[in-house]
């Protein structure tokens, strides 16, 4: 599981980042290894604070959102370059790399604002987005931030901290296989591991 902040500014979302020097840069990587086949539950975490190149002061829109502070970034963040190295090494060779959301998408955006090549197989990437909306959103997408409140046994997480969001979705995913969604979770594509 994995999970990304990125810059944003009042109304950028709704915009799609459209607006002059609106760039979806990476702030927070998120990701944990976890144990598909003893429901979720996590093995291994890690957290990268990363210093966006494009926009490197932070908008106070996206520190009230995240908590994450101009200092912070300064004092422990690395470059971009260096923390997708950190989250490839992280990943690892061949498990499944999965989200709630974009961002694989976003993830790309980033390689290209660095002029870097994307390292690691896209194939291996899902997004439980949609089966989590057919679980619990009634077809409508759940945020990861969300996720307590609509599934009842999600750990109530900090939202909008890319490693607590990580951890709210596997707690998610583990409810559902629990509660005999198992077959669906299989047959929506995303592989054991």
Not at 46 to 75: H, K, M
Request: net charge negative; aromatic share 8%; charged share 20%.
């Amino acid at each position: 599981m994995f999970d990304l902040e990125f810059t944003a500014w009042p109304g950028s979302n709704a915009r799609n980042w459209s607006d002059h020097g609106e760039y979806r840069e990476i702030v927070q990587i998120g990701a944990i290894r976890a144990d598909r086949g003893d429901g979720y539950r996590e093995l291994d975490g890690i957290e990268l604070l990363v210093r966006p190149r494009l926009n490197p002061v932070l908008s106070d829109y996206f520190v009230a959102l995240t908590g994450i502070t101009q200092e912070r970034v300064e004092a422990l963040g690395r470059s971009f370059a260096d923390a997708l190295a950190a989250f490839t090494a992280f990943v690892g060779p061949a498990v499944p790399i999965v989200s709630n959301g974009y961002d694989l998408s976003v993830l790309i955006e980033n390689c290209g604002f660095n002029d870097l090549p994307f390292p690691l197989a896209r194939g291996r990437f899902f997004d439980v987005g949609p089966f989590l909306a057919a679980c619990i959103g009634n077809g409508v997408h759940v945020s990861s931030g969300d996720l307590p409140k609509r599934l009842a046994g999600v750990p109530d997480l900090p939202a909008h901290d890319a490693l607590s969001d990580a951890r709210m979705v596997a707690a998610a995913l583990g409810l559902l296989a629990a509660r005999g969604r198992a077959v669906a979770l299989a047959r929506s594509g995303i592989p054991a591991g």
